[in-house]
Each structure stands twice: as C-alpha cells, then as structure tokens.
C-alpha cells in the first residue's frame, strides 16, 4: 500500500515519493521558542511530527530529521510588531535571555523524554544557523510560492 498525503497546492492525496536523486527524506521542523514552559499545544506538534516520522520509517524511509531550539528574539506578533518573548521572559525572572533559553530549553527535552518521542537527527539552535536561515527564506521568496515551501518541507530540506 502506498503512502499518500493530502497536498494543500493540489488539494488532493498524492502518493509520496522522493524527489529523483534523494534517498532520504529531510524534514526541517520549528521547535519551541524557549521563553516559557511548552503546554499540551505546543506539543501536540511534536507528538505529531513523531507520528510522521514513525511513519515514513515504517514504509522504509530513511530519515533526516532536524529540529530547532528558537533561542532567539520571537515578537509576541506574528505580524512583527510587540514585545520579544525571551526578553519578557528574562524580565519576568530576573535573568539573562540565555538563561532563560537554556533553563526552558532544558525543560522542553524533559517533556520531550516524558511523551517518549523520538530524537530528531539533530537538534540545532537557532543562533548557530541564521545565516542559513536567511538564505532558506531567500531561496523561498525567489520560488515566489507556497507550493515551494510545501516542497523544501516534505522533500527537499
């Protein structure tokens, strides 16, 4: 039986494959901002991204999983406007911002460990890749589509 998925650019189930020349599928996922402890929301995400990746392994992919630690500045808007969440939270406690991100950071993986979720390949954070991430945010805005981001997300990563 393949394994198909739902594809928001086509709106409808597709077969999932690889793009030519890869053997691998390489997924890229936003981990928590480290600012406050994660709720049963914030991890509903990660017991889902578990779930596709015990899936994918299951019909014999090979996985390149990669999870972000956001130990950074986050607005409290999406739309770029408002406070920074790690300095809130670094205010609220009387800390350091990196403090903070390591003290909730630590709490994150312990919550991690408790709903028995796979490591990801590699966890990384964000202050250690931004200038990938600029250039990953370029290359998208040169694609000029959602479908691209669809695309780096499920196979290309």
Request: aromatic share 12%.
């Given at each position: 039986?393949?394994?198909t998925f739902y594809n928001t650019a086509s709106r409808k189930k597709e077969p999932f494959s690889l793009l030519p020349g890869n053997d691998t599928v390489k997924m890229y996922c936003c981990g928590p901002?480290?600012?406050h402890y994660a709720h049963i929301g914030?991890?509903?995400t990660y017991i889902f991204e578990d779930t596709l990746c015990r899936t994918l392994e299951y019909y014999g992919y090979k996985l390149n999983h990669i999870v972000n630690i956001t130990d950074v500045?986050?607005?409290t808007s999406d739309g770029d406007t408002g406070d920074d969440k790690m300095e809130k939270?670094?205010?609220r406690e009387g800390k350091t911002v990196?403090?903070?991100a390591q003290y909730?950071?630590?709490a994150f993986m312990k919550d991690w460990?408790?709903?028995n979720i796979e490591e990801p390949t590699r966890w990384t954070k964000a202050t250690d890749h931004i200038k990938e991430q600029i250039e990953l945010v370029q290359t998208l805005e040169e694609k000029g589509t959602p479908t691209a981001r669809l695309t780096a997300f499920t196979s290309t990563a």
């Open positions: 039986m393949a394994l901002t480290v600012y914030n991890l509903r500045g986050h607005l939270g670094a205010a990196w403090e903070i909730y950071t630590d460990h408790a709903l």
